[in-house]
């Protein structure tokens, strides 16, 4: 199992973190910071209650007021790069909602060397008119990591982030963002137009539809982010997008020998194949699919579909052969019984079945 990214917060990096700061302001108290840090209850903390409480840490030895610590933290986080250093725009998050223009200025400090993604956010709550102002004029700086802060701030879903329930409700807000960063120059900006738009899609399909139809056939790096933007409504079938993608209805398909394990274990691998014929020229554009229904803690099932492949296949016939594995992870559970599997082609389900999962043997 990967290493836990809570991990990353070694008593190396807050001893680097504490010398820095001793560097910049001469009466810091390294020790007790450090000992505040690695307190009884810190093996307990996951990974953004450890960033808060970093930044709590901080607070208690930084110098008073708010704009004087601000300035220690704005000289020493030019030191330090990578996602772990988030605590940084945490202490604004934390510590500056009622100061505005220093804590606005201080997250596009830090935002360089880290993201101020999540911190970005109270402010855009408090001060939404205000702040969806200043996420505009972000978008048209020369820094990436602003540009990239305009739309990655205020998606709708940001996954671990305070929620935006204004914009899952009415996106109207952060279209014209977008728009600005459509065919934005830098990946890493225009992944960010994507995912914000995949967060759109899953309360506001229609939008991200129409978008989607409007800006597909603009440009080639447009064409990518549109694609990546609509996988949820791929995986969905929304027919207009699948038109859009030319995923036409696989009436002339045919799938056969579906085999599949009667059952797998928790820890193991689940083995499932199956053949594609047509009696036409060639198979056509395939977006390949399967779905398993996984079991939950309640009883019920829950849905979660996988990609395969997606091709203009020539071919008449194709096999595929397809594990999927149960291996233990931190992000999913795993709970004993039925299960369902089923294959689905261009957003249309041709075959299903069911297996039973099961515990692990000792």
Not at 10 to 16: C, G, P, R, Y
Not at 99 to 127: C, G, M, W
Not at 130 to 149: I, T
Not at 244 to 251: D, I, S, V
Request: aromatic share 10%; with cysteine; proline share 5%.
């Amino acid at each position: 199992m990967p290493e836990p990214l809570k991990n990353l917060y070694t008593s190396e990096l807050i001893n680097q973190l504490a010398k820095t700061i001793t560097a910049s302001h001469s009466s810091f108290e390294s020790v007790l910071f450090q000992a505040h840090v690695f307190d009884a209850q810190w093996q307990d903390k996951e990974l953004k209650e450890r960033m808060k409480h970093i930044a709590e840490a901080l607070y208690q030895f930084l110098p008073k007021p708010y704009s004087k610590a601000i300035e220690v933290l704005k000289t020493v986080s030019s030191n330090f790069s990578g996602f772990e250093y988030m605590f940084f725009p945490t202490y604004v998050e934390l510590y500056g909602l009622d100061e505005y223009d220093i804590s606005i200025s201080a997250l596009a400090h830090f935002t360089a060397n880290s993201s101020a993604e999540f911190a970005v956010r109270p402010f855009i709550k408090q001060y939404p008119d205000k702040m969806m102002h200043q996420m505009e004029r972000w978008a048209e700086s020369d820094d990436e990591h602003l540009r990239r802060l305009a739309s990655e701030g205020c998606r709708p879903r940001l996954p671990w982030a305070m929620a935006l329930p204004d914009f899952k409700q009415d996106p109207t807000a952060i279209l014209s963002i977008l728009e600005k960063l459509k065919q934005d120059e830098s990946e890493y900006v225009r992944r960010s137009v994507a995912n914000n738009l995949n967060d759109i899609a899953k309360d506001n399909p229609q939008t991200v539809i129409n978008i989607a139809q409007s800006w597909l056939g603009q440009h080639k790096d447009t064409d990518r982010l549109i694609k990546h933007a609509c996988r949820t409504l791929l995986k969905q079938g929304a027919p207009e997008i699948m038109t859009l993608f030319n995923f036409a209805k696989p009436e002339h398909i045919k799938l056969e020998n579906f085999n599949y394990q009667a059952s797998a274990n928790i820890g193991g691998q689940f083995e499932f194949s199956f053949t594609l014929n047509t009696s036409e020229q060639s198979l056509g554009n395939l977006r390949i699919e399967y779905a398993i229904d996984f079991m939950k803690k309640n009883g019920q099932q829950s849905r979660k579909i996988f990609k395969i492949s997606e091709s203009d296949l020539s071919i008449q016939k194709k096999h595929v052969i397809k594990k999927h594995p149960f291996k233990l992870i931190s992000t999913r559970t795993y709970y004993p019984g039925q299960h369902g599997i089923e294959i689905i082609i261009n957003g249309h389900e041709l075959k299903k079945g069911q297996f039973e999962l099961k515990l692990s043997s000792p």
